[in-house]
């Protein structure tokens, strides 16, 4: 079975460029969520869907930040303008419902120059 | 006070060891337990779910204190390959879900 899918994998771009995240969730999922780590500040969430409404997005660190889910099979992840301190991983998560176990994506590894 | 808390470590063991972590949340109204383990430029992945009763997994064996509101996680016979990052998941009532910053685990031959 698929799991979750991210695209891209890495991205490496200049500082003011906008960023697009990708994630597909697991089939049947209703729950998707969107995730940062670094080394300083562990695994952060973002924001989080359920039946492709956002629920909670207190975790975007600001007005750069974007997520939309226009169905439920896509999830999109924005920055812009992005910025040197915005390089992380980022990680897309699905599950079936919100207490049951998160299954990750292979995350995107962005560095912004 | 954190939600949920761990002791980052790092810890270092040798094979064949046994050691544990524990994880400890503030909330007693949680309603679900989990540990995942992340390896170095990796995703989390589910370990296991952590239930009242206790569970086993071969060498691992996690458990629910619910009194003093921790989970545990226990390794025993550690391997090489058990070096990762643990980490626990508490998900309270209302569905809120808590990642802890996770244990630091390395296995020295």
């Known amino acids: 079975d698929a799991g979750v899918i991210q695209s891209p994998r890495h991205e490496v771009t200049e500082m003011g460029q906008e960023v697009t995240l990708r994630c597909k969730p697991i089939s049947g999922h209703n729950s998707l969520f969107w995730y940062r780590q670094t080394m300083m500040r562990g695994l952060e969430l973002l924001i989080y869907?359920?039946?492709?409404?956002?629920?909670?997005d207190s975790g975007m660190p600001e007005d750069r930040f974007s997520a939309k889910m226009p169905n439920a099979s896509f999830s999109t992840l924005k920055i812009q303008p992005s910025e040197p301190r915005d390089s992380a991983v980022y990680f897309c998560a699905s599950t079936l419902t919100t207490n049951q176990p998160q299954h990750f994506g292979d995350g995107t590894r962005l560095s912004i120059l | 006070r954190k939600e949920v808390e761990q002791d980052p470590g790092p810890f270092n063991v040798p094979e064949g060891a046994t050691v544990a972590f524990n994880c400890t949340y503030s909330?007693?109204?949680?309603?679900?337990f989990f540990w995942y383990r992340q390896d170095c430029r990796k995703e989390p992945k589910l370990l296991m779910s952590v239930y009242s009763s206790g569970n086993e997994d071969g060498r691992f064996t996690a458990q629910l204190n619910r009194a003093s509101q921790y989970i545990s996680l226990l390794i025993r016979d550690s391997k090489l390959s058990d070096s990762a990052t643990y980490l626990c998941v508490v998900i309270f009532t209302g569905n809120q879900f808590y990642f802890g910053t996770g244990t630091s685990l390395t296995v020295i031959p």
């Open positions: 869907f359920n039946n492709n409404v956002p629920i909670d």
């Open positions: 909330n007693s109204a949680s309603q679900s």
